[in-house]
């Protein structure tokens, strides 16, 4: 158990629903960080969040929001999905000031069908 | 921008054998530099780090040394086994941002 938390493992949901990522993110952690994998794209830095503010954003379409709550977890929400966000979407979590490397969740595999 | 350039696998090795995969990369200023391991369904885990140049990170028998004359950070192991069949990541950063990864590197050992 790495300590970073994230629910649901899978979901296999239509195109055109909504969906939503949860991270709980290690104890202590403030920052929030959010990974697309897919197959052709590898590793794709989404969003993120450090004590509940957006600090960096990547790679994320304008259909796909985030937000860090008081409590410090994360969720990701993805709206009007395509067959092509189907992937693997990892959370990762750090303190925000040092450089000892994230702690990254097992990840949720989506499948749009 | 930042970028890392791992060299493309699949890289099949027999048990007992030795184990390089090169890592380059591109940054302004000095990153931190990272290796991570991912196994069959599982996420990323952090192998090993440097935090400047002549660093060497090491773990489990891996090892890397932070170049800064050449950008490089490349993975060794002396002697890799079955297990460590897996995916890895070279990856760069700076303090409290986002990690910025190569495109991962299959390694597969064979008994």
């Known amino acids: 158990d790495s300590g970073v938390t994230q629910t649901p493992k899978h979901l296999i949901t239509a195109t055109g629903q909504r969906v939503t990522l949860r991270c709980s993110p290690r104890?202590?952690?403030?920052?929030v960080y959010w990974y697309q994998q897919s197959l052709d794209q590898g590793l794709q830095f989404l969003i993120q969040?450090?004590?509940?503010?957006?600090?960096a954003k990547g790679n994320i379409l304008e259909r796909f929001s985030a937000q860090q709550f008081p409590d410090l977890h994360s969720e990701l929400n993805l709206s009007s999905l395509e067959l092509g966000d189907s992937a693997l979407y990892f959370c990762?979590?750090?303190?925000?000031?040092?450089?000892?490397?994230?702690?990254f969740g097992s990840g949720t595999r989506l499948t749009v069908v | 921008g930042d970028s890392v350039t791992q060299m493309e696998g699949p890289v099949t090795l027999s048990e007992e054998a030795f184990l390089t995969i090169n890592c380059t990369y591109t940054?302004?200023?000095?990153?931190?530099l990272f290796w991570y391991v991912q196994y069959p369904g599982e996420g990323l885990q952090l192998l090993l780090k440097?935090?400047?140049?002549?660093d060497k990170g090491s773990n489990k028998g891996f090892e890397a040394t932070y170049r800064k004359e050449t950008t490089s950070f490349h993975l060794e192991k002396g002697s890799v086994q079955v297990s460590d069949s897996a995916v890895y990541f070279c990856?760069?950063?700076?303090?409290?941002?986002?990690?910025?990864f190569g495109g991962g590197t299959r390694l597969m050992v064979k008994p």
């Open positions: 990762a979590s750090s303190s925000g000031q040092d450089d000892y490397g994230y702690t």
């Open positions: 104890s202590g952690d403030l920052s």
């Open positions: 969040y450090y004590n509940g503010e957006e600090r």
């Open positions: 940054a302004t200023g000095y990153p931190s």
């Open positions: 440097a935090t400047k140049a002549d």
């Open positions: 990856a760069l950063g700076f303090a409290g941002n986002m990690l910025t």
